[in-house]
């Protein structure tokens, strides 16, 4: 088993620029999730799924989609980069939330 | 918002020293969650807590959780280097397990 996958581990962008972060877990959890750390703010809650087809936002939403085709990818995508959303980027999975995986995570910078 | 408080911020001990961390939450919590993060690595899932007056522990670390079910704290006698890093409590916002809130976190550091 691989856990939860996360890519690219470093990106950097540009202002305005879009992108997709990338998640994959092997172990058939229901759960997802994506947070973001920032120094001082601990763990903020982005979008969470409970399932495939089923979406819902979190905390801090805003510049951010997700979708969730399938059990296994939860794709981030950030529609146009700001350098407020400079972070590091966590992908998170469970079954039944009683303990969550995480990724090892995407260290983006905007610039 | 739902909240929930973790103290202190920092602590610094010398090795072989105790450590506590608390959790505090302005409601009634279903369960509670503790996680552990080395620096420039991810956080790792220690334990869940459900029961009120609940005590687990896993060698050193002790895990309770209040009997109202509004607080918690982790304990780790005797640190160890490899105990540095930054703990965080979470919980199910809501009562919903698939939306975790998480506390700033206590980031532990040992001096040898």
């Known amino acids: 088993n691989a856990g939860v996958t996360q890519t690219p581990k470093f990106q950097v962008l540009k202002t305005g620029q879009s992108m997709t972060l990338q998640c994959a877990q092997d172990?058939?959890?229901?759960?997802m999730s994506w947070y973001r750390q920032d120094p001082g703010m601990g763990l903020r809650l982005i979008h969470y799924s409970v399932g495939a087809g089923i979406t819902d936002q979190g905390e801090v939403p805003n510049g951010y989609n997700v979708s969730r085709s399938t059990t296994e990818d939860f794709p981030l995508r950030l529609l146009s980069a700001a350098p407020s959303q400079t972070s590091v980027y966590f992908c998170a999975s469970s079954y039944g939330g009683h303990g969550y995986t995480f990724g090892s995570g995407t260290r983006l910078t905007v610039v | 918002g739902q909240q929930v408080m973790q103290i202190p911020q920092y602590q610094h001990v010398q090795e072989g020293e105790d450590f506590t961390t608390y959790c505090n939450s302005s409601t009634t919590l279903s369960n509670i969650q503790w996680y552990k993060q080395r620096p420039g690595g991810h956080p790792v899932f220690l334990i869940q807590l459900v029961k009120s007056g609940e005590v687990k522990k896993q060698k050193r670390l002790t895990f309770q959780f209040g009997e109202a079910k509004k607080n918690s704290s982790l304990h780790i006698t005797a640190t160890q280097t490899t105990d540095v890093g930054t703990y965080f409590c979470?919980?199910?916002?809501?009562?919903?397990?698939?939306?975790?809130?998480f506390g700033k976190g206590t980031l532990l550091t040992v001096n040898p």
């Open positions: 979470a919980e199910p916002s809501g009562g919903s397990n698939y939306k975790l809130t």
């Open positions: 172990m058939n959890h229901e759960y």
